[in-house]
C-alpha cells in the first residue's frame, strides 16, 4: 500500500476513536507498540511499525481485542516473546493471535488489502501452522455468523465505504 492509503486509515482510524475512546493510529519509525495517554500525551497511542498498512492494521486489531483495562496498559499488558521462539513457544504465540489475526483479516479485506498470516518467528524458521490457519479463519468465520465485535465493526464497515468493497462473506476468506 502507498503511503496516501497509510494517511487515509490514519485519518479514518482517527476519526473514529480520537473523540469517543480517546485513541489515535500513529506511524512510527520502529517497532510497534501501543502507549496509553500519559502526563505528555493527551491520547492512547497505537503505534504502528516504520509506515507500514499491515503493520496498521495487526496493531488495530490488538487494540480491538484489548478491554478496556488492558488499554491502560502499555503494549495492553499481553506477553510476548520475541523472533526465536521455540515450537512451544510458538505454539502459544499461535493460540493467542488467532483472535486480533482474524480481525485483521477481516479488516484487510475490507480496506481490499492482501492478508498474510504472520507467525512473527523469521529467525527460528517456523511459519504460520496449517492448524493457525484454520484457526484463524473458523474464526473469522464465527464472527461473520454471529456479528462483529463493535469496534471491529464500525472499521469493516468504515474501511468498505472508503475503499468501495464490497460486503464480506464466508467465501473471501480461505486458506
Aim: charged share 25%; hydrophobic share 40%.
Amino acid at each position: 500500500m502507498n503511503e496516501p492509503a497509510v494517511a487515509e486509515l490514519i485519518a479514518l482510524f482517527n476519526q473514529l476513536f480520537k473523540d469517543s475512546l480517546n485513541t489515535i493510529l500513529v506511524k512510527g519509525d520502529d517497532e510497534p507498540i501501543y502507549l496509553p495517554a500519559d502526563e505528555e500525551n493527551d491520547h492512547h497511542r497505537v503505534i504502528f511499525a516504520h509506515g507500514f498498512y499491515a503493520s496498521a492494521l495487526h496493531e488495530i486489531a490488538h487494540w480491538c481485542v484489548a478491554g478496556a483495562e488492558r488499554r491502560k496498559l502499555v503494549d495492553f499488558g499481553y506477553w510476548y516473546k520475541p523472533d526465536g521462539r521455540t515450537a512451544d513457544e510458538q505454539a502459544e504465540f499461535e493460540r493467542v493471535e488467532v483472535r486480533p489475526q482474524a480481525f485483521e483479516w477481516l479488516m484487510s479485506q475490507a480496506a481490499g488489502h492482501k492478508f498474510h498470516f504472520s507467525a512473527d518467528n523469521l529467525s527460528s524458521d517456523i511459519g504460520a501452522s496449517d492448524r493457525f490457519q484454520k484457526d484463524v479463519q473458523q474464526m473469522v468465520h464465527d464472527l461473520l455468523d454471529k456479528g462483529l465485535p463493535e469496534r471491529v465493526g464500525l472499521l469493516v464497515t468504515a474501511l468498505r465505504e472508503q475503499n468501495g468493497t464490497g460486503a464480506l462473506s464466508k467465501a473471501d476468506f480461505q486458506v
